[in-house]
């Protein structure tokens, strides 16, 4: 019988696609969230995807004319600036414990 020689299990790498967000400069002066607030983005556009018509999201910062979310959205935490007006407050479901 001939030994088995282990390697590492090959996966293909999964593409990120990416939200679209806000230049920085074009944010105002934003102020923190606290605690982060749940909220719904409307619209969001997604590099190669085009846009999702709604995303759940948590609200980190706001300014007068756009929202700072992080989103959780193919596995992995994605930040993105968006227009304030994209965006509405959500309710979350009661835990079951």
């Known amino acids: 019988m001939t030994d088995h020689k282990w390697a590492p299990p090959e996966h293909q790498d999964v593409p990120i696609y990416a939200a679209e967000s806000m230049p ?8 923190p969230v606290d605690p982060p607030q749940p909220v719904w983005v409307s619209r969001l556009r997604f590099e190669q995807i ?44 009661p835990r079951r414990d």
């Open 24 to 31: 920085a400069d074009a944010v105002g002066t934003p102020q």
């Open 50 to 93: 085009g846009v999702l018509e709604k995303v759940k999201a948590f609200a980190v910062a706001r300014s007068d004319v756009a929202v700072f979310v992080e989103i959780a959205w193919q596995g992995r935490l994605q930040r993105a600036w968006v227009p304030r007006d994209t965006v509405t407050t959500r309710t979350l479901a």
